[in-house]
């Protein structure tokens, strides 16, 4: 699950406790929070700066386990900490908007979503 923009390391601290307290840089690993703040599932977030992030924005990937039932908790947890439902394509149009990628690879992007064979 990726959070992406200026709010996100207000929003991530809600969702996810480190393991282990005191200073470091991500990746961490620790717990991921439901919308009471309980723990829901154990794994890491990732932070990409700006200049490292498909999108030219600050972005924080937590990597849960990939259960639809905890993924949809936990997805609950970022909208009612501020987060917005990210729509079909947003982040190749956040990427194409900051000059990460040009229309051509846009493009490139979307006919490899949209892809029915592998070749």
Same mark, same amino acid.
């Given at each position: 699950m ?12 809600? +969702? ?8 470091g /840089?991500?990746?961490?690993? #620790?717990?991921? +929070? /439901?919308?009471? #703040?309980r723990? &829901? ?16 924005? +600050?972005? !924080? ?8 039932? !905890? +993924?949809?908790? &936990?997805?609950?947890?970022?909208? #009612?900490?501020?987060? !917005? ?16 990628? /040009? ?7 979307? /006919? ?5 064979? &592998?070749?």
């Amino acid at each position: 699950m990726r959070v992406s923009g200026p709010g996100a390391l207000e929003i991530v601290p809600r +969702l996810f406790r480190p393991a282990a307290p005191g200073p470091g /840089d991500p990746p961490r690993f #620790g717990r991921f +929070l /439901d919308r009471e #703040g309980r723990p &829901l599932d154990h794994g890491y977030v990732v932070v990409f700066p700006e200049t490292g992030s498909f999108t030219g924005e +600050l972005t !924080v990937e937590l990597w849960p386990h990939a259960s639809p039932a !905890v +993924l949809a908790e &936990l997805v609950e947890a970022a909208i #009612g900490a501020g987060a !917005v439902h990210a729509g079909p394509g947003e982040f190749t149009y956040r990427a194409l908007c900051h000059g990460r990628l /040009d229309l051509a690879r846009a493009e490139a992007v979307r /006919d490899l979503v949209e892809a029915r064979t &592998l070749y």
